[in-house]
């Protein structure tokens, strides 16, 4: 699945797509952007203001995912 710019990921590891306005309100949600960006595990996909964030695993690697698209062009990618 592409992501954005050159940026390809298998659709099996993605764990969630969340927007950045709703989800950031919650301590939980904060402390685990929080944590994943100390750890490294940040990517930002391109330039500007990010609208949504990736969770993504496939049991090798873990990360972040910070996209300008919002959740729901993200997720009619996915259902491609």
Known sequence: ???????????????GIFDLDQSTYTATTKKFLAKAEKEGKVSTLSLGLPKSFLV???????QVYLSVFGRNVIESRVGK
């Open 1 to 15: 699945m592409q992501l954005e710019n050159s940026r390809f990921v298998k659709k099996e590891g993605l764990i």
């Open 56 to 62: 993504y695993d496939d049991g090798m690697k873990e």
